[in-house]
């Protein structure tokens, strides 16, 4: 059984940073595109990023383009998303997910909350 | 960027009759090398993540209700429940994979009538 747990949400303040990490087990992590998809409170999904199997491409909407960073440790079976100039809009859960173009498996999400 | 839209916002349906989503991409999903449509959609419950229900418009995930059945091609798509559960309130999202970003319709939420 395919598991994503994410951590590392809580609260920062406006302009602050965060660093969330996703740990895979159950599927050959190497072998998979992966993403991180938001959703603020009480409102829709957001499509963040996604990463290629090794690394060499990356995709982000627009409105992070510049402030966070995805990455991955396939020793580790880790995925990763570095947040920089964090803003109240950017306040949400964040999931991690499979993606093999369809998003076919998620996490439970973790909470970043970014107020002052 | 392609933007998705739903209809309608909301419904309610009696348990054990059917319940109808509409899903509209601004730009084709369809992809005419491998006449394959990028077009999925995600049941998410209160508390809990989004699953995936249908993939490629029409595919069934493994181990997802055959009530549930999607439809389309292009630009216009359909999911279908075909006799509502109680089991299948929830928000229900279409998603384009067509291209990056890779967007979604701002979601349906289905109610017991």
């Known amino acids: 059984e395919v598991q994503l747990v994410e951590s590392g949400g809580g609260l920062v303040q406006p302009g602050g940073s965060l660093r969330l990490s996703c740990a895979a087990s159950?599927?050959?992590?190497?072998?998979?595109?992966m993403g991180w998809v938001r959703q603020a409170p009480g409102k829709g999904l957001e499509w963040v990023a996604n990463?290629?199997?090794?690394?060499?491409?990356?995709y982000y909407v627009d409105s992070v383009k510049g402030r966070f960073t995805i990455s991955r440790d396939n020793a580790k079976n880790s995925l990763y998303l570095q947040m920089n100039i964090l803003r109240a809009d950017d306040t949400a859960t964040y999931y991690c997910?499979?993606?093999?173009?369809?998003?076919?498996?998620w996490g439970q999400g973790t909470q970043v909350t970014v107020s002052s | 960027d392609i933007v998705m839209t739903q209809s309608p916002d909301s419904l309610a349906v009696s348990l054990g009759e059917r319940a109808t989503i509409n899903c509209k991409s601004s730009?084709?999903?369809?992809?005419?090398?491998?006449?394959?449509?990028?077009l999925a959609w995600y049941q998410q419950k209160p508390g809990q993540p989004p699953k995936l229900l249908i993939y490629?418009?029409?595919s069934r995930e493994s181990g997802v209700p055959d009530r549930f059945s999607g439809s389309g091609s292009g630009t216009d798509f359909t999911l279908t429940i075909s006799s509502l559960q109680a089991e299948d309130v929830a928000v229900y999202y279409c998603?384009?994979?067509?291209?990056?970003?890779?967007?979604f319709g701002p979601g349906t939420k289905v109610d017991i009538k």
């Open positions: 997910s499979r993606d093999q173009g369809a998003l076919n498996a």
């Open positions: 159950g599927l050959t992590f190497s072998s998979y595109w």
């Open positions: 990463i290629k199997q090794d690394g060499s491409e990356k």
């Open positions: 730009q084709t999903v369809f992809s005419s090398s491998n006449n394959k449509n990028y």
């Open positions: 490629r418009a029409s």
């Open positions: 998603q384009q994979y067509y291209t990056t970003p890779k967007t």
